[in-house]
């Protein structure tokens, strides 16, 4: 019973040390100006985003890619993800315990769609990494965070 109980203790002891020292990485929601994309797009692109981060940054190595549901429980109330871009993205990322913060923008330049994607630094509000790129659909953005993002993390 002894061995049992010192077992348990060793394996939750780890776990904490695990998460403390883990990096907390946040992929906010997507935005965009009024009617360029649909909430469906942005959401998309937002979760293809965040699968990059994942197969980037993997657990194994101490990451922590924070889901839609971890990033929208932690804000303060009243508070909506959609609010925020810039300067904000920072003080999001410190209200919900993130290491590190990123989140793409939409706009449009001409007839195209534009994606402007950064990723900041919480504790020193550093802009860490950017890319920008325009393309005539969504489908093309799509594209350019698949073949953008390995290197933007």
Known sequence: MALNKRILF???FLF???SVAA??????????EKDVIGRSEKMFLTDKLRD????VLPAYMGY???TRENINAMLPPG????????????????NIAADY??????????????LT????????????ASFTTRKDDAVGLLEDIEQESDKFF
């Open 10 to 12: 060793l394996t939750i």
């Open 16 to 18: 904490v040390e695990i």
């Open 23 to 32: 990096t907390h990485v946040a992929v906010l929601e997507t935005v965009s």
């Open 52 to 55: 990059r981060a994942k197969a």
């Open 64 to 66: 922590v890619i924070m």
């Open 79 to 94: 508070k909506s993800i959609e609010e925020c871009e810039g300067s904000c993205l920072v003080e999001t990322g410190k």
């Open 101 to 114: 913060v990123a989140q793409a923008r939409v706009g449009k330049f001409g007839k195209q769609l534009t």
């Open 117 to 128: 994607v950064e990723l900041y630094e919480t504790a020193a509000n550093n802009l860490v």
